[in-house]
């Protein structure tokens, strides 16, 4: 049946029922019964009767007025029958249920990707149509998800809601307070299948497995050399242009690596890093320490 007709049909429907008083005056449709229509109504005219007595936040329905206040009081009385986790809406049971049976209703018409919230499938989809409805006002940039955009904000607030609860230092998103937690606890949850070497970040991991696998994707424009990682070629690349990023902050001798950087600033502070385990004498480069290693009869690493 055409949208036409449905909504002719639905209009001579009305008409038939209008003495009744079951129709809505704003968009035709019918009800059996009165009490549907004036909830209907509201619909229309954004009126919201029930108003929660604790945040005065106010809803169209008694139904989520109840269903809200559960919020409040603690109240989950839906509970997942495989680990106990409890939940206010059978709703939210039934998403989360999925985490266990693996079940992904919502397939995308462009990937046959599938997921087990339709909202996960909208944001999804984005990828696709490359729509961004969401916009920063300040700056007008645009976010494909609302969480994106409020993470941006914070950029223009210098908001930092997310507090290391050992060394008081915040961040902007949770995911970023997560990995520098890991320095208080050692967590290193990335492991190596090859060599079984931990790392702190994903992104590490995935850099140090071209060690195993000989991948280097980075390759230089100009001479054609390739790296295993970004910032490997992005250093090699200032051999070429020459330019130098890393300051001296006591002399302002600059630098093409950050590494140089840092040997040199043992210069000025006195660090000696590195220690003959014969002699005790120190050093500010591993060079000089493998040098001075002849003397004692030890052959040079």
Known sequence: MSNVTSKSMSKKFCEKNEEKGNCCKYCDKVFRFPSKLVIHLRTHTGEKLFQCDICDKSFTINGSLRRHQKVHTGENPYTCNICDKPFTTTNRLNTHQR???????????????????????????????????YKCDICERTFS???????????????????CDICDKSFVQQCHLRRHQRVHTGEKPYKCDICEKSFVQSGNL????????????????????????????RSHQRTH??????????CKKCFGENSKLRRHQRV?????????DICEISFVQSCNLRRHQGIHGEKPC
Do not use: M, W
Request: aromatic share 6%; hydrophobic share 15%.
């Open 99 to 133: 985490i266990h049976t693996g079940e992904k209703p919502y397939k995308c018409a462009f990937c046959d990707k599938s997921f087990s919230v339709s909202g996960s499938l909208r944001c999804h989809q984005r990828v696709h149509t490359g729509e961004k409805p």
């Open 145 to 163: 998800e609302n969480g994106s955009l409020r993470s941006h904000q914070r950029v223009h607030t210098g908001e930092k809601p997310y507090k």
């Open 206 to 233: 995935k850099t140090h497995q071209r060690v195993h696998t000989g991948e280097k994707p980075y390759k230089c424009d100009i001479c054609g050399k390739s790296f295993s990682d970004g910032s490997i070629l």
């Open 241 to 250: 242009t020459g330019e130098k990023l890393h300051k001296c902050n006591i």
């Open 268 to 276: 000025h502070i006195g660090e000696k890093p590195y220690k003959c």
